[in-house]
Structures are given as C-alpha cells and as structure tokens.
C-alpha cells in the first residue's frame, strides 16, 4: 500500500507540537517545550569532574544540573588524544582521562529521571543528506538504502569529497538516495565549515560551555523528518512558516513547495483529531479493530505489552483467532512504539501459538511495520514462553513522561489501600496510642469521607468493642483533604 504522508506542526509561545499523520492514521507526535528543550544534539565544552575505573566511566560538568554520564565505550581516541589501533583492547578509563581535563562532548541521551544526559565524544553533526564525523575517517551508508549500485555510488562521491575537505568521515542519510554528486559535494563543504568555525569558538569558552545547539524542533522536523512519501508539511504560524519556507530553501529546494501556512481559526491539532488521538495514547489500554486489546504499563525498568482476544472470537478455531489477534497486535504495536516514543527494554506478550510458521509470520509483521520507525530497534526470537524481547533506541523521554508527572497519591503504584485496610490500620493505631498516653479523655480519629463512612457503617460495631476494650471514647472527623490512605489518631 502506497504511503500518504503528512506533517503537522502546531506553535504556541509555549511549546512546538509535530504530528506526523500516515494514511490519515497519527503515527508520531514531537514536544519540544520552550521551558525544557531536548538536548539530544548539542555540543558542550566539559571539564570531567571525576573518573570511576570501577564503572569504566566519568561524569562530566557540562553546565548543567546533573553532570553528564560519559562511559569509556563512548570515548573517541581521536578526541581524548591517545591512539588505539582496532586489534588491541581499549584502554581503561583513567588512561584516557583525567579529573580536571576538559573535552568536547555530544549529549546522545536526555537526562531521563534522576539520571544525567549520556555523552559521547564521537562528535558528529547532521545535515539533509549528511551526518559529518570529524573524528572519524570512515564513510557509513543507512542501511535503509538497499540498493547496491547506489551504496557504491554514495560512497564513491562521497570518498573524493572529503578528500578535497582534507578531514573527516560520514554517514550518508537516506534522504541521500538519488542524490546529485553536487549537492552532497555542497553538504559536506557545508559540515566541514560549520565544524572548522565549532572549533575555533570553543576555545574561547569556558569549561561547561554549550559549544553547539541543534535546531528547533520545527525546522529539525524538516531536516530529519521529511521523505519523499511526505506529501504536505501544515504549519499553522505565519513567522515559522517563513523560517521553514527559508531553511528549506537553502537546503532542500524541492521542498518549499510542500510546505503550507494554516490560517485557518479552528486548531490545526483540532481539525486532524490529533488531540484525541494523543489523549488515546495516554491510556493503558489500546483497542483492536477485532474486539481484542493491548495492555501497556511502561515502568522503571522496562516496558510490557500484554495481548488479549477480548470480545473476538473468530470463525474458525481457537489456534486460528489467536493468530490473527497476534497479526493485528504487531501492526498496532509497532505505531503504538513510535506514538508514545517507548524507549529500553520492550517485552511483548503474544498470546501462545502452536504453530511455528504463525510465529514467524507474527514476527515477521512486526518487523515490517517496525521498519519504518526512525529509531532503531532490535527483536529477539519467541521464547517458549510465547514472549518477544526487543530493545528501541531511546534518546528522549516518551509522551507520558513528557505530558504526565507520577501521581502523588499513589506514587506510580496504580492502585491505594482500600477502606477495609484502612480501617484496620486505624483500630491498630487506636490501640497503640491508647497504650502511649495514661490519662486519655477522648480519641479523635480523622479520616478520608470514604473511611470515616466505612467506620460508622460495616465497622461500627468493631469500632464499638474496641472503644469498650480500651475505656476511651472515640470522636470520628472528615477530612476533605485527606486522601483514602491518610488519617491521624490524636489524644484529645
């Protein structure tokens, strides 16, 4: 099936919004909020604030409040000034550093929760067809450009112009293929340049610097964003329209023509149901077309996708609607990945198949759709267990955790104390402050509405004996603000 595809891009003060809408269906969504950028991209003058042999890795100061997290897998030889051929081990972390030494660094990772951004110091700095490697002299394909011929013709061109640029490797983008010879002769002049002119303006500042700052997300969208399947870019703010219409056409030429102001008074998000659509994400539950769902719970360490038939029941047999709840369930899987940006360790659980060959095909599927995700993923074979683990690259922080925080009450746990478990923990605190104090006239009990209901109603009469066995009366009092799991006993 031919992909129609489209770019929406909302702009607020606050914050840039792009939804990227295949075939009428929202299969991604990017945040950037002006209060909070991603850094992923940026370049930073760091100064290493301390070596840790033990975990083969440094945090460096970047000017940030956490230290970034640079591991000796990360360390460029080239840019730590040392030499390492290819046979021999790398060496350990303290050869390579120093505390006090100062370094440029590349930010790989945002800081996610309590941990610091992740850093490399294999610079490299992306354009349309190019990602320019200083460090490296190496000259990469995408593997998206399966086309031999073309391989070898990206990398011929590509081999005497960075000669003429005396330095350097890179990675040729998919964006590349069909590319004329002079643009990407002009891309790579053009890297080289912006490289040559980092250098000279990092040394002149200070240690915790930023050195480099990646583009907006509006004009990184179209940068990195859009291929040739992409049939309009729709941006509903005059001012971004012409920055885009002018990056593109010093960069893209072909691509101001697709680019479309959205003058019109009802939201551009709202017109495209992309609100609902990014709402839907949110939730722990996705429907199937079939009656069949998934059940996602993303966590600390992992996420899991639970797969259940539901309401669908089939035609055939059992072996059969299993198998095509599992189809469905990859298709829909491999958007909900991309929708949500889910990042780490992915366990899936398919329902059970007997057969081999529904197996491969589930995996198989979900290879396909997955093939279009621009972060790179990696799936393991079914396990006997009928679970398939996967990893994705993950360089920013998903939706939820972008648009949600942990809830206070419960604390991410999902679930609180009922009433009855409540109840009970306060006729053991009456005991206890009972036992406390010796001269005790009343005891006063203040409690959530729900408990302070379940005590004078299925209690009363447990709460009744143990006012007779501790020879205290005991006062009941609502407090609106207390949650179902708070309450106080006081000696009154």
Not at 163 to 168: Q, S, T, Y
Not at 222 to 248: A, H, P
Request: proline share 3%; charged share 25%.
């Amino acid at each position: 099936m031919t992909i129609s595809e489209e770019i929406l891009v909302n702009i607020t003060p606050q914050e840039t919004r792009v939804a990227v809408v295949e075939n009428g269906a929202l299969q991604e969504v990017s945040i950037e909020r002006q209060g909070s950028r991603g850094i992923v991209g940026n370049i930073y003058k760091g100064k290493v604030n301390r070596v840790l042999p033990g975990m083969e890795a440094a945090f460096v100061d970047i000017g940030l409040e956490k230290a970034g997290f640079l591991h000796v897998s990360d360390i460029d030889n080239n840019s730590a000034g040392t030499e390492n051929p290819e046979d021999k081990p790398r060496p350990a972390i303290n050869e390579l550093l120093h505390e006090g030494q100062t370094l440029l660094v590349q930010v790989v990772k945002d800081p996610l929760g309590s941990k610091g951004a992740r850093l490399t110091t294999s610079i490299s700095v992306p354009s349309r067809y190019l990602v320019y490697t200083p460090n490296s002299s190496q000259i990469g394909v995408s593997v998206k450009i399966e086309d031999e011929d073309e391989r070898q013709r990206l990398r011929g061109l590509l081999g005497e112009g960075l000669i003429e640029n005396r330095h350097g490797g890179c990675i040729v983008r998919t964006a590349a293929e069909g590319v004329e010879e002079e643009e990407l002769h002009r891309d790579i002049s053009f890297l080289a340049t912006l490289w040559d002119s980092l250098l000279e303006n990092a040394q002149d500042l200070k240690p915790g610097s930023l050195v480099h700052e990646d583009l907006p997300l509006s004009i990184r969208t179209l940068r990195d964003m859009v291929g040739r399947e992409t049939s309009l870019v729709k941006v509903d703010s005059r001012e971004t329209y012409q920055k885009m219409i002018e990056f593109s056409q010093r960069y893209i030429p072909d691509l101001p023509a697709r680019i479309e102001h959205y003058p019109g008074e009802r939201p551009l998000f709202d017109v495209h149901n992309i609100d609902d659509e990014i709402q839907r994400a949110l939730a722990r539950q996705v429907g199937l077309k079939s009656g069949g769902y998934l059940i996602i719970d993303q966590t600390e360490a992992m996420t899991t996708i639970d797969i259940n038939t539901g309401a669908f029941v089939g035609h055939r047999n059992l072996e059969e609607t299993i198998f095509k709840t599992n189809m469905e369930a990859s298709q829909a899987i491999a958007r909900q990945l991309r929708l949500r940006n889910l990042g780490g360790i992915i366990i899936i659980d398919y329902i059970d198949m007997e057969q081999d060959e529904h197996k491969r095909q589930v995996l198989k599927t979900l290879e396909k759709y997955l093939a279009k995700d621009h972060a790179k993923t990696q799936i393991c074979e079914v396990s006997p267990l009928g679970l398939v683990e996967m990893t994705r690259k993950r360089t920013r922080e998903s939706l939820e955790h972008v648009l949600c925080e942990t809830c206070l009450i419960c604390h991410g746990r999902g679930s609180h104390k009922t009433t009855e478990t409540v109840c009970y923990e306060i006729f053991r605190e009456i005991l206890s402050t009972a036992r406390l104090y010796d001269e005790v006239q009343q005891l006063l009990v203040m409690a959530n509405q729900d408990v302070i209901d379940r005590l004078l109603d299925e209690e009363a009469a447990s709460l009744a004996e143990l006012e007779t066995f501790i020879n205290i009366p005991v006062k009941l009092q609502v407090e609106n603000h207390f949650t179902q799991e708070t309450y106080d006993v006081v000696p009154v």
